[in-house]
Every structure is written in structure tokens, then in C-alpha cells.
């Protein structure tokens, strides 16, 4: 089986996004860089799925993909990505004009990127408001207000005439999570929304993520290279190497019992949150390899402790593993069993 082919059959019917063996590559110069290969995934109704993996393996990619905004040089070669049952590939700019922002939004680490630098935080929550809702301008007001009060803007009134670069790191960031919460989208994408914050504000925003899901039953694709932020809000975690997921499943089990041996090294390279620290860090040795140059057989094997632990077997960096486990939780390792064999082997 296809190490992809397990999470859309592991669905349901209540998937709001399922996107179904997506290819994306980048044209530079004379190479093709296979950014994304062959992923699969679903998101259902108000569930929190995290995307993890180092810098380089193609989440954000793949998550601008799910609005259809990968920029040229790069293009989806292959797959489906279906929201709500439509494919996305097969939307007019004009249905996607509307998809975006109403019913799909995206959060990035930078919010001061999303934002018009020159024009007042009123004017750009009641732009958004009117070009998709309507409304007097009165009405429009108060809806901005609203939604700045509900992201804990103490005197919203006074904030809306803001401009952006007045406004701390963390307040621009409440901004665009009221921008992006406006229009009660379906899904959120949000791109290291906690990243560039401080410990404490990171946990503000985290907690208002979670709060859409609550109040809206709003689904949220949360892209991070932070274990500790996915074990905070996640259902379900997605860990992704070198342009393929290697790993799928509920976040307290991958947390706990990793399948994969490229997530039990994400893991052992995270400081204990309690307790004494440790004598040394275990940060996983090497790098992700370039795009152009994926290795043969499974990606991760010049780099995995697993295998150099079992004698470097061949298979390795011959075969492409499939995925090994049940549909909720499972891993493309060749040496990996239904019990944990990473944990066992650590
Ligand atoms: N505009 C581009 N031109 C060429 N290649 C690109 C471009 N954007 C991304 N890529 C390629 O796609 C790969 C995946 O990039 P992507 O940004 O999706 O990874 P990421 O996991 O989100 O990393 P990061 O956390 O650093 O953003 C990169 O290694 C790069 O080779």
C-alpha cells in the first residue's frame, strides 16, 4: 500500500478538506524541486490537525496549496484537493475570490505581511466586512469592534485606528486572527502563527485558535515546527520529511508512543517541559536534504538512528517504505510494527 493511502479511506464522510495524492514542484533553472510528493490527508469538521517537520520538508507549501496560492515558479503537478466536496482545482478566480477570506483564511508568522501598512486597523477589518458581507457603514463598525474585543483588545474603539506598525508583535497578530475570523471561515490555515512571540503571547494566540474551534466549530490546519505548540492544541498531527508525510495520527499517541524514527528524534530533541534538564540534547544529527536530491528508498535514511541502530540494512535506501500501522495512526517505515518499534528501540 502506499505509505498515502491510508488517511482518505480512514475517513467518515465528515471531512471538510481532503486533499488526495498532491504533487507540487518548482521549476528552478534546469531542475524540478519535488517540494511536495504524493500527500494525502483529510481535515475534518472543527478538528485541529497539525503539520510538523523541519524547515525545508514543504509544509508551507502544502498549506498554501489548500487556498491555491503556490506562486510560480512552483505548480500542483498531481492529486486533488477537495473542500466541501468541490475541487478546488476547478474553481473560477472568481469562486476562489470568494472561497478565500469566507470560507477558507490563512494566518501567517509575519501578520504585518497580510496587512496594508498605510491604512488603519478600522478600515481594513470594515473593508473585508463589505466586500464580502455588506452592511451600512454603522454596522460594519461594530462588527469591527466586535471582533477585535474578541481577540482581548481592551479599548477596541481605540484600536481600530491603529496602524499596523503600532501595534506590538502580538497585537498584529491578534489583528489578523480577527481579520481572518471575520467572516467565520470553514477552515484556517495558520503558517507558524506563534512563531515570532514571546512564551506568553504565544499561549494567548494559541488559546484564541482554539476558541475559533470551540465557538465556531472552525477547522484549523496549524503548520509548526514546534512539538510543544502542536501537543498544546492539536487533535491530530501530521508529520511530514522531505515532501511526503512519514507519520499520521492522534497527537497524544505520536507524542507518546512515535512510530516513525524521524519523530521520535522531533521528540528527543525537545527539552522536558517538567522535571530536571537533561545532560545532553538529543538533537537529530544532519540536515533535510536538498529537494533536487531526495534520497532513494526511504527519504529519511541517511539520517535515521533506527536504522544505523539495526546494522543499516539495505532495504533502506532501496525500497520506498509503504505505511505500516492502522488507518488512525501509522507510519512509512520499513521497520516499524503495530506496537511502537521506535519507542522499544530508543
Ligand atoms: N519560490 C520557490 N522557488 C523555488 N523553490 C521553492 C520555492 N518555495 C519553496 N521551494 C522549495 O520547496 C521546499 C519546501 O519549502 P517550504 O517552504 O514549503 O518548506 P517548509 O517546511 O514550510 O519550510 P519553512 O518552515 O522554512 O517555511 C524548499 O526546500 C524549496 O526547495
Known amino acids: 500500500m502506499n505509505e498515502s493511502q491510508h488517511s482518505p479511506a480512514a475517513i467518515d464522510g465528515d471531512d471538510l478538506l481532503r486533499v488526495e495524492n498532491l ?28 503539520l510538523v517537520g523541519e524547515s525545508g520538508c514543504g509544509k508551507s507549501t502544502l498549506g498554501m496549496s489548500l487556498l491555491r496560492l503556490v506562486q510560480s515558479p512552483g505548480s500542483i503537478v498531481g492529486g486533488r484537493i477537495l473542500f466541501g466536496g468541490r475541487d478546488l482545482m476547478e474553481l473560477s478566480d472568481h469562486e476562489l475570490q470568494r472561497l478565500r477570506g469566507q470560507e ?49 483588545f481592551p479599548r477596541p474603539e481605540l484600536s481600530l485606528r491603529s496602524f499596523p506598525h503600532q501595534l506590538s508583535g502580538g497585537m498584529q497578530q491578534r489583528v489578523s486572527i480577527a ?14 502563527p506563534t512563531t515570532a512571540l514571546d512564551v506568553t503571547v504565544q499561549a494567548q494566540v494559541l488559546e484564541l485558535l482554539k476558541d475559533a474551534r470551540t465557538t465556531h466549530g472552525t477547522s484549523i490546519v496549524l503548520i509548526t515546527h514546534d512539538l510543544a505548540v502542536v501537543a498544546e492544541v492539536c487533535d491530530r ?20 508512543a512515535p512510530k516513525h524514527p524521524y519523530t521520535a528524534a522531533l521528540l528527543a530533541a525537545l527539552l522536558p517541559l517538567r522535571g530536571d534538564p537533561p545532560t545532553e540534547l538529543r538533537a537529530l544529527p544532519g540536515q533535510i536534504p536538498q529537494p533536487d536530491q531526495w534520497p532513494t528508498g526511504c527519504r529519511f535514511h541517511p539520517r535515521c538512528p533506527l536504522r544505523q541502530r539495526l ?23 520499513h521497520f516499524v510494527s503495530e506496537e511502537g518499534a521506535v519507542a522499544s528501540h530508543d
Open 23 to 50: 504533487s507540487i514542484d518548482f521549476a528552478v533553472g534546469s531542475t524540478t524541486v519535488h517540494a511536495v510528493d504524493d500527500v494525502s490527508l483529510q481535515v475534518e469538521r472543527g478538528e485541529i490537525v497539525g
Open 179 to 192: 481579520q481572518s475570523m471575520l467572516l467565520e471561515p470553514r477552515l484556517i490555515i495558520a503558517d507558524e
Open 104 to 152: 477558507i483564511s490563512l494566518i501567517l508568522q509575519d501578520a504585518l505581511a497580510v496587512m496594508n501598512p498605510v491604512t488603519r486597523v478600522g478600515e481594513q477589518l470594515t473593508e473585508v466586512i463589505r466586500d464580502h458581507v455588506g452592511g451600512s457603514r454603522a454596522e460594519r463598525r461594530r462588527q469591527a469592534v466586535a471582533a477585535l474585543s474578541s481577540v482581548g
Open 237 to 256: 498531527v501530521l508529520v511530514m520529511y522531505a515532501g511526503k508525510v512519514v507519520e499520521s495520527g492522534p497527537v497524544q499517541e505520536i507524542l507518546q
Open 311 to 333: 546494522g543499516n540494512p539495505q532495504l533502506c535506501s532501496t525500497d520506498v517504505p509503504t505505511a505500516q500501522g492502522g488507518p488512525a495512526h501509522w507510519a512509512a517505515c
